[in-house]
Every structure is written in C-alpha cells, then in structure tokens.
C-alpha cells in the first residue's frame, strides 16, 4: 500500500505515526509512506495547543508516547485577563496532571507545573511523531516539493504531478496541509455554489519573542482593547513567548479590505500594518513593536472553520484529514484534538481494510465526522471573548 501524505504538521506526522505502529498487528500489510512537505525543512513554528480530551486518551495507549509530548510541554499554569496596567481581572488555572509524581507543585503559584491536558508549541507536538517515524525504512519525508496536479488511474490509484516535475503513483493520497490546503484544492475544485472555508471575521498575527519570567511568568495573558482588538501572550516554556495578535474589524470594510490585500504584500508589509492597527493601544508596546518587527517567523492568517460535504473523492483515493477535512479554528482550542484524532481514526480504517480502500474512507468519514462536528461547535459569542467590541464587551469579559 503506497500512500502520500501531504502536510507534514500535526495531522500528517500522526497519520503516519499510527500508520507505523499498526504494522506490527497487520504482518501482511507492506506499507509505503511519503510524506510531502511544502516547507524546505520541517517547521518547529506555531502558536501552543493542547492535547486533551479524546486526543490525550488516545496518546496513552501508545507507551512512552505521553511522556515524549510532556517533555515539550508549556507547563503553563492557565491563562489571566489583563488590563492595561497588567492587574490581573480573573484567572482560568489548568487541572493538574493525575500522575504521582506532581506532588505540592501549586503551594508555590510561581512554579510551572504538569497539568492534566498538556499544552506544547503545535512545531514542537508534531516533531514528535516526526521523530519516532522519520528513520523507519517504511517512511520518507521530502521537504520543499508540494503537488501541483492529480490525474485518476485505473483501479483508483492516482498519479501526481509535484512542483518539481516529478511523476508518481500512489494508492491513496491524503491531504493534510491545512486550512487553505493546496491538495484538496485539486482534488475537490472551488464551486462557485460553496466555499468549505467559512471565514469567522477575525485575522491574527503569530510569531515568538524571548520569555521574560518576571513580565511573562508561567502563565498565558490575555489584553482586549476596544475595536475589536486584543494580544495573547503564552510562555513555550522552551525560552520564548508566543504571541497573538488578534484582530476582528466588523465595523471598519476599509480595514478589512487592507488586511485581505496584506497577504500579497509581503512580511514586512504585514507588521507594518499590524503595528499601525494595534500602535498604543496595548499594554508592554514598546517591548511587542520591537519583538514583533524582529522576529523572524512572523504570520498573519485569516480565523476560519473547514466544512466539507464530503472528505474522500469517489473518482480517485484522496481524502482529507485534519484542518484540510474540519478545521475547528484557534477560537475552539481543538486543533491538535481534531488532528491527532482524526488521524488515529483513518490509520484505523485504512489498516483494517487496506484491501477496500473506498470502504476504508467511508468509514473514516463515518466514525469521525459526528466528533468533528464536536470540536468545532462555538458557542454564541464566543469570538467576542478574543476580540471585545467596546468598552462594555472588555469589561464583561474581565469580571
């Protein structure tokens, strides 16, 4: 079974993490796996997320698998609301882990502790499962190449073209690369009569500085300023802080329209921008602007929910996986949950019924999309938490 995988981020290195370790079950089974990556080496950038619910449930049945992503984790103690002169509104403190070894961490409030979900930088979570596969004799992962046509064959394979020139055929290829996924693009052509990405509004700039302990400390800030504006600050617990700046102009077509024209303009084009919208606005300016306009893995991105009709193509084995099926958006806090989820759902199916490919997606898509559906409720309102509209809306928000 010759498989590409497209993405080489979270959804892609799970895939093929779980695709590895289900050999041992299935000694029939001789697998094949490329996995693609658009980037000319493997990205370690990327705001934190977490590994909770069902994601966390799933890592545990993989020994020392917990243990791996732990080493990498935040150890962030929850999040605090701000104002401008950094008085603390309120707080939301993480559960703590239920492992023995945790002790009386929380007695000192300024110590980092294991909690029960682990948050880690989404790089760092997925060069994880790029390390336990990346030296397997089954696996190979190319850099700086991505897939610029798909032509059917017969019997359900598909021949791609890449970006560089290459032909090759595969039995199934698998499009992870994200929300605005170039492969699923080809396999799934735009329709005038529906767009899958359904946009929330909102825009937000990432990139990392160095972590202050005394500004910083171990715990994730949240400032709303009036606008519809507001700056996440997150310690990675590996020595920078990773930084959102989030911004939902409802009221401002103009701004809009600029921050649509922004992402043909360029980096340095985009901070300037960013810097204009948010100048004195926020507090620790000065320290942001300078951070900001050195960094140098800077990105800005629109705030946007995946919804597929369908995540397999009947033609041809391609099927979708992660933010390219059901992106849930950085407002749920779901992403690594749908990623690492779903892709222990496909290896399932794909390794249960490697003979019956068409019957495998089904599956997949059967099994996961009511949870998919899950991971990407939002309740009303719930974008306001991020981006306050008033003076009203920052103050509700606080208290």
Not at 36 to 47: M, V
């Amino acid at each position: 079974l010759r498989i590409l995988v497209c993405g080489g981020s979270v959804a892609g290195t799970a895939l093929t993490y779980f695709l590895s370790q289900s050999l041992s079950r299935y000694p029939q089974l001789h697998l094949s796996l490329v996995v693609l990556e658009r980037s000319p080496a493997f990205r370690l950038a990327g705001q934190n997320v977490d590994v909770q619910e069902a994601a966390l449930a799933i890592v545990r049945q993989y020994p020392g698998l917990e243990a791996k992503i732990r080493n990498f984790a935040t150890k962030s103690r929850g999040i605090k609301i701000v104002d401008d002169k950094n008085t603390v509104w309120g707080q939301f403190e993480r559960e703590l882990a239920k492992t023995p070894d945790v002790g009386d961490a929380r007695k000192d409030k300024g110590d980092a502790v294991d909690t029960e979900e682990i948050e880690v930088p989404r790089g760092l979570l997925a060069q994880v499962f790029y390390d336990e596969t990346r030296n397997l004799d089954t696996v190979d992962y190319r850099f700086g190449d991505y897939v610029v046509a798909c032509t059917d064959q017969k019997g359900g394979q598909v021949e791609v073209t890449l970006k560089s020139g290459t032909k090759e055929v595969y039995d199934l290829v698998v499009a992870a690369d994200g929300l605005t996924s170039k492969t699923r693009s080809i396999a799934f052509p735009p329709s005038t009569e529906y767009d899958p990405i359904k946009p929330l509004g909102m825009y937000c700039a990432y990139f990392s500085m160095p972590h202050s302990e005394e500004l910083d400390g171990r715990w994730a800030r949240l400032f709303g300023a009036k606008g519809g504006k507001s700056v996440l600050l997150e310690p990675d617990g590996k020595g920078k802080t990773r930084s959102a700046f989030i911004m939902k102009p409802v009221d401002d077509q103009a701004l809009r329209e600029e921050l649509d024209s922004a992402f043909k303009a360029g980096i340095e084009a985009q901070k300037a921008l960013v810097c204009r919208i948010f100048s004195e606005d926020i507090w620790e300016w000065p320290r942001l602007r300078k951070a900001m306009m050195e960094t140098d893995d800077f990105y800005l991105s629109r705030l946007a929910q995946v919804k597929m009709r369908k995540w397999s193509n009947e033609s041809s084995n391609v099927v979708l996986l992660g933010d390219a099926a059901s992106c849930p958006s950085p407002a749920t806090g779901m992403g690594a949950v749908n990623a690492i989820t779903a892709s222990r759902v496909l290896a399932e199916q794909l390794v249960s019924h490697h003979t019956d490919l068409p019957f495998a997606l089904k599956e997949y898509e059967r099994v996961y999309r009511p949870y998919a559906e899950k991971v990407q409720y939002m309740f009303p309102g719930q974008t306001a938490l991020f981006c306050p509209m008033s003076e009203w809306t920052i103050y509700a928000v606080r208290v």
